[in-house]
Structures are given as C-alpha cells and as structure tokens.
C-alpha cells in the first residue's frame, strides 16, 4: 500500500507539475520578486555576535554594567611611535588631528596630548580642577620637548591611556557618542569620515599610525564581511558550473543548473530581509551554501532525465519518470540536510538560531525550485541530442567504480583494519582539541588593522575592553579608604598578568589627586593615608574639568558601585579560564562575599563565555541531528540493525575531522562549530541512497546478498561521486575567505565530506556483505513505508 501511495503521489505531483508549466513559472517569478523587496530590510550586523541567551547569567551581569555605565565598547584609540613626533611641525599636525575629530559630532571627547588636562589644586574653595596642559596654538622645539618630558615622567596618572613607555608611544583616546556604536552611522563614520580623514594625514605628514578599538575593528571585520559575499557567490558559480560542464559536457544543462540554483540565492537573501535578521558571519554564507547543496539536486535530476532520454526517446515519459523516480530520493535527502542545519535552532543563542531557521528553510526551498524549474524549462526544449548524453558511460569513471567494487569484493579485512587505526589515530587527535572563544581570532590576519592589533597588544597590552563591577553594598561606599585599598591591591594584582593591561579606575584618580595635593610631585602617586584622606577628599568631590565631574567615568551616582577597566590580548578561552581560575580566590580574600559583590564582564568575556556555551550544547545539538537522521532511516526502511548500520560509515569521517583539528591545531569555535552538523546531514545523503538502491536489489535478487551489494554499488558510486566532488570543491570556495573561522569550516567540511563518500563506498557495503545473515533477510529488512527509489515500470505518460 505504501509503495502504490508513493508511486501515486509523485506520479500526482508530476502531472501538476508538467500540466501547468505556465502557472508554476508565474508563481515563482511572482514569489521571487516578492522576496526581492523584501531585500531592503536585510541590514549588516553591527554589534558583536551574543551567542549566549538574553535569560543567561553573564548576560544579565553583563547588563546590570551597561545600565550603571552605559556602552563600554565605545573607545577608540589611535596611536603613533614615531621618533620625530615631539617635534614642532608633526607634534602640531598631530594636535590639529586631534582637534578635528572633537569636532565630528559622533565624537563625545577625546584624550590625548592636545587637549591633555593635568589636576591642580586650588583653595577658596578648596578644589581639584583639570587644567590644560598645553596652553599655546602652536608648540615651538623647546615646549615640545618639555611637553615630553612632563608626559612621560610627571603624569603616570595617564600611562596606558595617552603613551606608553616602551617606544614611547603617544596615543589619543576617542570616545564615540554611545548612541552611534551599535548602529549604521558608526560604520558611515569610521568607513566615509575618519578612515579618509587619517590617511590624508599620514600622506601628508609622513607620520605613521595605527588605529584600533573594538568600534573600529567591528566596522572594517562586517565590511569585510559584505566584500567576501560577491566573492563567494561569484567563486561558488564558477567552480560549481565548471564541474558541472565537466560531467555533463552540455552548456545547456550547466545554463539550467545556474538559473535554478541563482534564483535559490535570490530567495536566500529574501528570506534574511523577510525575517529582518541580521547578515553576520555565519548567515553571509547561507546564499553561497545554497549553490553548492544545490548543485547536487540539478545533478540527481538532469542525470535522470538523460539517462530516460537515452533509453526510450520518450521526452514526456521521461520528465515524468524525472519527477516520479527522482522526488522521493531528493525529497528524503534535502530533509536529512535541512535537519542537519535545523538542529541549531536548539541552541537557545540568537546567531545560530537565526543561521539555523534560514539554512534549513532556505535548502527545502531550492529543492522545491530544482524539482519546479530543471522539468519546466526541459519540457520547452528539444530533446538532448546523442553528444549530450556521451558523458553517460564515461569510462574513466568506470576504472573507479571498477576499483571500489573490487576493493570491497577483496579487500574487506584491510578495510576493517584502516577504519579502525584512523578511528584510533583520530581519538588521539580529538584529546588535543583546545577551545578559543576570542572574538579576534577569526578576524583577517593580513588585514592592515588587525596588524594594528598586533601593534596595541604590544604596547598597550591588548584592545579588548574587560569590567569589572565592584559592588560596595551601601552609598558612598567606594570612597571608602579600606575600599580603595582593596581596589589597589587588586590593581597590583591585573597589573601581575602578563595578558592583561594596566587597569584604570577611581584609585588612579585618588592617586592622582594625592599627587595634586602635593604639587604634582611624582612620587606621591598614591593613596593617601588615612590621615591625609581628611584633607584631600573634600578637594577631590568637587573635581571636575568645567563640564563634568570626572568621578562619573568610574563611580556610579550613588557611590555604591565602581568599574575597573583592564584591557585584554588576544587569548582563548581556555587561557581566560585559567587566568579567571588563579584571579577568583585572590579576589574572594580581598573583597569578603558578605560585604562586597565582584562582577567581571565586557563584551570580550561574554563572547568567550558563549563559546564555552556553544560548545557544551554541541553534543546536544549533533546527537539530535543523528537522532533525527536516525528516525528518517527508520521510517523508510524499518530495520533497526540497519540504522545502526548505516550510521558507522557517518559518524566515522566526524571523528577523523575531530581528529584532524587537534593534529593541526584547529581550535573548537563558533564557526568550526557547525562543521559537524552540516557535514553529517549531507554525508548521510549517500546512504540513503545507497540503501534504497540496495533493498531494491535484494528483492530482485530473492535476498541475495552478494548478488545484490554489488550491482547497488555501481550505480550508486557514480552519483555519490558526482555530487560529493561538486560539495567538496563547492565547500572548498569557502577557504578563501580572510576570515579563519570560514577557512577552517570549508576546509573541515569538504574534508569530512570526502572521508564519507569513501567510508559510504567502502565500509558500508563491507559491513553490509559481513553481517549478511543478520541483516539482509525480510524479517530485518521489512516493507518500508516509503519507497526511495521507484522500481523499473511503466508510468503513463503525460503530453507536453
């Protein structure tokens, strides 16, 4: 009954399909430019990427600092070492810089040398004010080499904000208008003012710079992003539509294969406006992802159609044997894909959500378009002439099919030993896998600014903003002496990580105000005593530069919380663990649990943070995936024995590529994340087709299973051949991208992806031909509830 269904079915959909050719062309032209609107609201991402849920404990702590101090991610930082800058002509080109970008309205201040304000004591009343440092328009040889000298050795107050000591680096700090950091204008700012506003400047003054900060390095990594796009669409086109004429040697069906699978990309980005989501990293890759799954189903049906063509000359017969034969085999392998990517919306983190929804939509879609489009247009064209079809009994690929076969048929001990020393090799290589949560590591290396990072990590000690939020418990707290004290002591103790930066915080503005106290003698620097406290707090509450209360940078309203700035270099996740693990008890001890409550947050902890997450739900996210794909086998064809089969030839090429990325060094990471979902929905597609074509023949051929491994193998190794070479150079495009995280995935899975197509040729049917008795009989091998393969009869045809 269930074989007649399936037959009637497709047999169904085939005269729907071929019977109203001009109203199917018309809906999906209609569809397409529907979608095609709804461009206008797809938009880049211009805010880090959250991989953990808004519900999570580090995002609300996360949140609870951005609500008592606003956008931390807001600096930006540029910086020079050049020997000669304290000289009249550059240190003035450099003062005029400066002053430039206090005039752009997304700049809410800046600090450096220009407009550098050292704290001073006044009595009637009694007061700290910031005054200017420099006072003239214009700095002759003299000034500058005083300004020098006050600056590096009177005003520790501002190392590691405005110059560092070890070349001598002199850097101004910009702080961006809050409001413009997460939004387009940061990017028409960076990209369309300061960028040219700073090369003219280097020309011009023969100064070199480098310019960093996390809304600088966000702007140049998306536009980045949207550069790679075109890339990967043009590279995937090219090297999928040149496999493509290699096979089919037809202009015609390669023409066919590209409007199918470019009107597929179209619909993509339609569906990311429709849903208004974000293009990030991840999702920039689902319109070229969709080329290269594409293919494959315009390979499946163009191949039927001429192999039809080629027996019986029959057009009509042949576009429906197109759809009747072919439909239930794509159909079942689109969903085992699409299921792979679907398993990401379980992981409760936005980004992959949202990768996830669009993905698995996205590739049911282009099944639908290939199986709408490929018979259309085919039906309004001549019938393929015989130099069309000669690439149907190519016999170079005959010596392969020829090799596989006998491998299997004489081989299988060596088989069986290979598998098992590279599974052993590869659980050796999966111990060494690290995991890296750092927002940097997939960004461009060559890229002019991540040099710069390079540049700041060495001077400044890293870029990457990390908080921490110390709750006094009651007003006022903060200035308490016994707090500051505890605030210094844990400044000593950052100060001691060779990975993270000299921090900044309210103690530096007390040890600065002890300083101005005593007349901006130096080796005062410090905190005072409790005796000197008395006279120099009242000085200290009413310091400010004219505008603001220079307090409010570090110090809440209420006096009750305080913020600690420490900038970290580029480390793993791993590495902040252990850093985190040593800081935690030293930090208990100094701020006892039951008076003061200690946050440590920023946008670079919370992206570790959510790679640590990413990857503890990854073993829940790919065993649903097996879970899924193991349920699809089982409802096609009823045989438990045969699902645990069928999964060994795929989730071994998973654990090789495990193994590869502890051997080569291949950290586990948001992106290399999805390697293993992605790549075992579409490596179990060749299974699927093999075990149809195999049950198929073991009914021929009464059970037999030497008579029917066989014959299943040969007329499967072309397609999985086929399709797996055009995957694996599709996936391959990916690699060259700038980004590692990309390079990584497209190399991983076109990896993976070859590993299966030859554990699918060689160890499955190896398996299947060792345990003949317990799985090729029809007590195991029961009727399935739906036929993949149509058996060999005649369909009624149905006129163009």
């Given amino acids: 009954m269930s074989k007649i269904f399936s037959f009637g079915f497709w047999n169904t959909i085939a005269r729907i399909i071929l019977r109203n050719r001009v109203i199917i062309l018309g809906l999906i032209i209609a569809f397409t430019v529907f979608l095609g609107f709804q461009w206008k609201n797809m938009r880049f991402s211009y805010t880090e990427a959250n991989l953990l849920p808004d519900d999570h404990e580090v995002n609300q702590e996360y949140q609870k600092f951005l609500d008592k101090f606003g956008e931390e991610g807001n600096l930006l930082v540029i910086a020079s070492n050049d020997k000669d800058l304290f000289t009249p002509k550059k240190i003035n080109a450099w003062n005029d810089l400066t002053k430039q970008l206090d005039s752009f309205?997304?700049?809410?201040?800046?600090?450096?040398?220009?407009?550098?304000?050292?704290?001073?004591?006044?009595?009637?009343?009694?007061?700290?004010?910031?005054?200017?440092?420099?006072?003239?328009?214009?700095?002759?040889?003299?000034?500058?080499?005083?300004?020098?000298?006050?600056?590096?050795?009177?005003?520790?107050?501002?190392?590691?904000?405005?110059?560092?000591?070890?070349?001598?680096?002199?850097?101004?700090?910009?702080?961006?208008?809050?409001?413009?950091?997460?939004?387009?204008?940061?990017?028409?700012?960076?990209?369309?003012?300061?960028?040219?506003?700073?090369?003219?400047?280097?020309?011009?003054?023969?100064?070199d710079l480098h310019v960093s900060g996390m809304p600088y390095i966000r702007t140049l990594n998306s536009q980045n992003i949207v550069d790679e796009i075109q890339w990967f669409l043009g590279g995937a086109l090219l090297v999928t539509s040149l496999i493509f004429f290699f096979f089919f040697r037809s202009v015609r069906a390669t023409l066919i294969s590209m409007f199918t699978v470019i009107i597929g990309v179209m619909w993509a980005f339609g569906i990311l406006g429709l849903f208004h989501y974000e293009i990030t990293v991840l999702t920039a890759i689902i319109p070229p992802l969709i080329i290269v799954i594409g293919i494959p189903n315009c390979i499946f049906l163009i191949n039927k159609y001429q192999q039809e063509i080629k027996k019986h000359?029959?057009?009509?017969?042949?576009?429906?044997?197109?759809?009747?034969?072919?439909?239930?085999?794509?159909?079942?392998?689109?969903?085992?894909?699409?299921?792979?990517?679907?398993?990401?919306?379980?992981?409760?983190?936005?980004?992959?959500?949202?990768?996830?929804?669009?993905?698995?939509?996205?590739?049911?879609?282009?099944?639908?378009?290939?199986?709408?489009?490929?018979?259309?247009?085919?039906?309004?064209?001549?019938?393929?002439?015989?130099?069309?079809?000669?690439?149907?009994?190519?016999?170079?690929?005959?010596?392969?099919?020829?090799?596989?076969?006998?491998?299997?048929?004489?081989?299988?001990?060596?088989?069986?030993?290979?598998?098992?020393?590279?599974?052993?090799?590869?659980?050796?290589?999966?111990?060494?896998?690290?995991?890296?949560?750092?927002?940097?590591?997939?960004?461009?290396?060559?890229?002019?600014?991540?040099k710069d990072i390079e540049f700041f990590e060495e001077e400044f000690n890293g870029i990457m903003p990390l908080e921490i939020l110390i709750d006094t418990k009651r007003k006022e707290g903060v200035l308490k002496l016994s707090t500051l004290k505890r605030m210094r002591d844990l400044e000593n103790l950052l100060a001691d990580v060779p990975e993270l930066s000299k921090p900044l915080s309210v103690v530096d503005l007390v040890k600065y105000s002890k300083q101005a106290y005593y007349n901006g003698n130096p080796k005062y620097y410090q905190l005072p005593t409790s005796q000197e406290k008395n006279f120099i707090f009242p000085y200290l509450k009413g310091m400010s530069d004219g505008k603001n209360n220079q307090l409010n940078a570090y110090v809440d309203s209420t006096g009750q919380y305080a913020r600690m700035?420490?900038?970290?270099?580029?480390?793993?996740?791993?590495?902040?663990?252990?850093?985190?693990?040593?800081?935690?008890?030293?930090?208990?001890?100094?701020?006892?649990?039951?008076?003061?409550?200690?946050?440590?947050?920023?946008?670079?902890?919370?992206?570790?943070?959510?790679?640590?997450?990413?990857?503890?739900?990854?073993?829940?996210?790919?065993?649903?995936?097996?879970?899924?794909?193991?349920?699809?086998?089982?409802?096609?064809?009823?045989?438990?024995?045969?699902?645990?089969?069928?999964?060994?030839?795929?989730?071994?090429?998973?654990?090789?590529?495990?193994?590869?990325?502890?051997?080569?060094?291949?950290?586990?990471?948001?992106?290399?994340?999805?390697?293993?979902?992605?790549?075992?929905?579409?490596?179990?597609?060749?299974?699927?087709?093999?075990?149809?074509?195999?049950?198929?023949?073991?009914?021929?051929?009464?059970?037999?299973?030497?008579?029917?491994?066989?014959?299943?193998?040969?007329?499967?190794?072309?397609?999985?051949?086929?399709?797996?070479?055009?995957?694996?150079?599709?996936?391959?495009?990916?690699?060259?991208?700038?980004?590692?995280?990309?390079?990584?995935?497209?190399?991983?899975?076109?990896?993976?992806?070859?590993?299966?197509?030859?554990?699918?040729?060689?160890?499955?049917?190896s398996l299947l031909l060792s345990l003949e008795k317990s799985v090729s009989n029809k007590e195991t091998f029961k009727k399935p509830h739906l036929d993949i393969i149509a058996e060999e009869e005649e369909e009624e045809s149905i006129d163009k």
Avoid at 336 to 346: K, L, M, P, V
Avoid at 734 to 740: D, K, P, Q, V
Avoid at 747 to 765: E, K, R
């Fill in 105 to 207: 309205s997304q700049v809410e201040y800046s600090i450096g040398i220009h407009n550098l304000k050292k704290l001073q004591k006044f009595t009637n009343p009694n007061r700290f004010e910031l005054v200017p440092l420099i006072k003239e328009e214009q700095i002759n040889e003299l000034q500058a080499k005083a300004y020098k000298e006050e600056i590096f050795e009177k005003l520790p107050f501002y190392e590691g904000l405005v110059y560092s000591k070890k070349t001598n680096t002199i850097q101004t700090a910009v702080y961006l208008n809050k409001d413009i950091v997460n939004s387009k204008e940061r990017k028409v700012f960076v990209m369309e003012q300061l960028q040219p506003l700073l090369d003219e400047f280097e020309e011009v003054n023969d100064i």
């Fill in 313 to 450: 000359g029959n057009q009509a017969k042949s576009l429906q044997r197109v759809i009747t034969k072919v439909g239930n085999a794509t159909l079942m392998t689109n969903i085992t894909t699409a299921s792979g990517f679907a398993t990401f919306i379980i992981t409760e983190s936005k980004l992959l959500k949202e990768f996830g929804v669009v993905a698995s939509i996205n590739i049911l879609a282009i099944f639908i378009l290939s199986l709408l489009i490929i018979p259309i247009i085919y039906s309004y064209l001549a019938p393929p002439k015989e130099r069309h079809l000669k690439h149907l009994g190519k016999t170079w690929l005959e010596g392969f099919v020829s090799w596989i076969e006998r491998t299997v048929k004489h081989r299988r001990i060596t088989i069986y030993i290979t598998s098992i020393i590279v599974l052993v090799i590869s659980i050796l290589g999966i111990y060494t896998i690290k995991v890296s949560g750092s927002l940097l590591e997939d960004m461009p290396k060559q890229a002019e600014f991540f």
């Fill in 565 to 765: 700035t420490v900038f970290m270099k580029d480390i793993g996740t791993e590495e902040m663990e252990r850093i985190e693990d040593n800081l935690w008890p030293q930090i208990n001890k100094l701020f006892p649990q039951e008076r003061y409550d200690i946050t440590m947050t920023g946008k670079a902890l919370v992206f570790q943070k959510g790679t640590t997450y990413l990857v503890q739900n990854l073993v829940l996210s790919l065993s649903l995936a097996i879970l899924l794909i193991a349920i699809f086998m089982a409802w096609m064809f009823r045989s438990f024995k045969m699902i645990l089969i069928s999964l060994i030839p795929n989730l071994l090429p998973l654990l090789i590529t495990a193994g590869m990325m502890g051997f080569l060094g291949i950290p586990i990471k948001p992106s290399t994340i999805l390697v293993f979902s992605i790549a075992f929905g579409i490596s179990v597609d060749d299974t699927i087709h093999f075990l149809a074509k195999y049950r198929q023949e073991l009914k021929y051929h009464n059970w037999k299973i030497k008579k029917s491994v066989y014959p299943a193998l040969r007329e499967t190794t072309v397609s999985m051949f086929y399709t797996s070479i055009v995957l694996f150079f599709g996936f391959s495009v990916f690699m060259i991208s700038s980004f590692g995280g990309t390079v990584a995935l497209g190399g991983l899975v076109s990896a993976t992806l070859l590993f299966a197509m030859l554990s699918n040729l060689l160890l499955l049917p």
